[in-house]
């Protein structure tokens, strides 16, 4: 299970914050706040903005979207998980989340 404390991701197993973050059922953690070292790279045509940044907690640096950005432009491709964080519905928007 994921628990968020002082905005980072806390996973119990490797299981559980793969899941999450890289797809499980479409919907990845895609919340500002869960996010570090953010650099804003491109803007579709369609709207999204693509950053590359990464998860707090973790050197991994990724290329995707961010739900408060998504909200703007595709607001029915972001919830809201379990513990107050937005997710955001990639294939909704026809981009994935690259790990560089």
Do not use: C
């Not at 990464?54 to 998504?70: H, L, M």
């Amino acid at each position: 299970m994921i628990t968020a404390s002082e905005g980072r991701i806390r996973p119990d197993s490797w299981t559980d914050y793969i899941g999450p973050v890289l797809g499980g059922l479409g919907s990845i953690l895609s919340d500002r706040r869960l996010k570090t070292n953010i650099v804003a790279r491109e803007t579709r045509p369609d709207g999204p903005r693509l950053y590359e940044f990464s998860f707090k907690g973790f050197a991994t640096r990724w290329r995707g979207v961010i739900a408060q950005d998504v909200l703007q432009t595709h607001p029915e491709a972001v919830d809201e998980d379990e513990t107050g964080y937005l997710t955001v519905n990639y294939n909704m928007l026809g981009v994935t989340l690259q790990s560089l």
